[in-house]
RNA sequence: UGGGGUGUAGCCAAGCGGUAAGGCAACGGGUUUUGAUCCCGUGAUGCGUAGGUUCGAAUCCUACCACCCCAGCCA
């Protein structure tokens, strides 16, 4: 096969890994790293940079290490590390024995770290942080040098070892990378490595008071676990030339390329952590995993699979290109994966009341029903009928459009699996509000006896009353109606809609915790909860509705 | 006005000098006891713009334009 066919189709970076391993480059290995900062839940958008890592690693059978990037200890907690942990696991990617933590580094990155100072690559600046910041330029404008730039070797590297001894206060040195002031490039106009912070560490205690800065931990913990490919998003492009730099001048065991892709933006959503934590702070939302937060545990609560959002980051693509994807994308893909999955029932949300006047009062009659129209190996189930039954209120319409075809006056529909309907009278309150609907039925249509001659336009779902379980159901919409929110943008009023008086099958009962289903004509609904005999359902997604499409046109 | 990136359909995305894949959306139509699913069909003489090279350019060259990122002791 040639380059040329081994690569089409491709992505970028992995046709840039294939050209690597075929080059020989770290002896044809290939190992990733996913390195979140246990500052917050993971959202889509580390979904996006989960499947790559571990992806790709997978398809190579090389590891993939799960690395948290814990060098700032003032931010991160233990709670992040173990949400961290079971959503990467949740979403079916597995790190084996590739567990790390920069801070088992830290030994390490303080030895390179006198090792830059010896190389009289690193230097202990004494300024404020103000001076810091007044002398680093702009973009337009050089830095200029640091008055403490040229301190001998000696000194900094005494300097460096009271710094780590705690005998200075925080913010009172930092260790700078020697590099150059005047580079167009801010992120060598002498970065700072290593600053003090005297503050506990979730997992080395009180070991240190001086903690390597991002740029420093990063790359040497992808040097020294053995990274052969650094696979990070677009704002670390600029980053690059520094952690090159870092690689050629410390003696490391390997040199891993780092490469950059685009970030996933998702209309409709906000992934910053500082606004979802603020989502969470406001009480707007109950928590992390609040089913309407695009973090992988909201969306696992409500009710997305892992491969639903697996197969979302593939077609999604790897691009360097900004990217903003509309959520019929991600809902298409949701529907897909549990169109096959997922068995069916029938769950009234909003009753309407029918009574059938010519069926026997307090008769009940057992129908059958199928799991899935398509696949009898998901079996059947039975559907207990009556003369007390509930439909969907919006099965009914008084005065229909031509193109209405479900129930109204004098019409007819069949009830799914059971009989053949007509409306024959509405009945309403003082308030002039439909309250029940006395039918008939005809005998003669029961589902499945091929005695029916007759055809219907519609055929609606229907619970029995008197067989019906109760309960509550979270109807879920978009957090934000901005399609490209802003972390001002208002939020949507009606993110979360409850209803209190939906009406499941008898069958049901038996669901448990976590089961979905597929609510005939309503959606895929999953159970949140379940208190005593009462079901908690939260929706995932509705069904593609073109009545829905043909009313909104109309308007 | 410095540096780094990116521009192919409404949203993504293939393409790698030989004449614009695919998915989502949209729009028609068929099947259907879910207005679901499924099936069929429809969209770029055009690839940010303008020049150039070439028998031939989305692919190469030049200039321009638009958008994104960077001035934390955050990651």
Not at 316 to 325: E, F, H, L
Not at 463 to 482: A, M
Not at 516 to 523: A, L, P, T
Request: net charge negative; glycine share 6%.
């Amino acid at each position: 096969m040639s380059k040329k066919e081994k690569y089409r189709g491709k992505d970028f970076i992995r046709q840039m890994i294939h050209h690597d391993i075929d080059s020989g480059i770290n002896d044809g290995r290939l190992a990733t790293r996913f390195p979140p900062e246990p500052n917050g839940y993971l959202h889509i958008g580390h979904a996006l940079s989960i499947c790559i890592n571990f992806g790709i690693a997978k398809e190579f059978d090389a590891p993939c290490y799960l690395r948290f990037d814990d060098t700032n200890p003032a931010k991160e907690s233990e709670e992040y590390v173990n949400s961290i942990m079971e959503d990467v696991k949740w979403l079916g990617f597995d790190w084996g024995n590739n567990l790390a933590h920069a801070s088992d580094y830290f030994g390490s990155i303080h030895e390179l770290a006198l090792e830059l100072i010896e190389k009289d690559l690193a230097y202990v600046d004494s300024q404020t942080s103000e001076e810091l910041k007044n002398t680093r330029g702009t973009l337009n404008t050089p830095g200029t040098k640091s008055p403490y730039r040229d301190r001998s070797i000696a000194e900094n590297l005494g300097l460096f070892e009271r710094m780590k001894n705690g005998e200075f206060e925080n913010g009172e040195h930092v260790l700078r990378a020697k590099i150059d002031m005047s580079s167009p490039n801010i992120n060598l106009r002498d970065p700072i490595i290593y600053r003090i912070l005297h503050m506990d560490h979730q997992k080395t205690g009180e070991e240190w008071c001086i903690y390597p800065m991002y740029d420093f931990a990063h790359t040497l913990s992808d040097a020294l676990e053995g990274t052969t490919h650094s696979l990070c998003t677009l704002e670390f492009e600029d980053h690059r030339p520094l952690y090159e730099w870092f690689l050629d001048n410390l003696s490391l065991p390997t040199k891993p390329r780092q490469i950059e892709f685009s970030r996933l933006n998702v209309e409709h959503t906000i992934t910053s952590k500082r606004k979802l934590a603020e989502l969470i702070d406001s009480g707007h939302v109950e928590g992390w995993d609040d089913p309407r937060m695009p973090t992988i545990s909201g969306l696992r609560k409500r009710g997305y699979p892992a491969s639903a959002i697996r197969e979302f980051c593939r077609r999604v693509g790897i691009t360097k290109k900004d990217k903003s994807i509309e959520m019929s994308l991600l809902e298409s893909t949701v529907r897909e994966q549990l169109d096959a999955s997922c068995n069916r029932a029938m769950a009234i949300l909003k009753p309407l009341k029918i009574t059938i006047k010519n069926y026997p009062e307090g008769e009940t009659e057992i129908l059958e029903a199928k799991n899935h129209p398509k696949n009898e190996e998901m079996g059947s189930r039975e559907l207990p009928f009556s003369q007390n039954i509930l439909i969907e209120k919006d099965d009914f319409m008084e005065n229909p459009d031509k193109d209405f075809f479900r129930l109204s006056p004098g019409s007819e529909v069949r009830l799914r699996y059971a009989y053949i309907i007509k409306c024959e009278e509405v009945i309403k309150n003082e308030n002039d509000e439909i309250v029940e609907l006395i039918c008939s039925y005809d005998p003669d249509t029961k589902s499945g006896s091929g005695t029916s001659t007759k055809k219907v336009k519609s055929a609606i779902h229907w619970v029995s009353e008197n067989h019906s379980i109760g309960g509550k159901v979270n109807l879920f919409e978009t957090l934000y109606t901005d399609q490209n929110p802003k972390s001002d943008s208002p939020l949507n009023p009606d993110s979360i809609i409850e209803l209190d008086q939906p009406a499941y099958e008898q069958s049901l009962s038996k669901a448990k915790i976590g089961s979905r289903f597929q609510f005939e004509r309503n959606g895929y609904f999953i159970v949140d909860q379940i208190e005593g005999d009462e079901l908690i359902f939260n929706r995932i997604v509705t069904l593609k509705d073109t009545w829905a499409k043909i009313q909104k046109k109309k308007k």
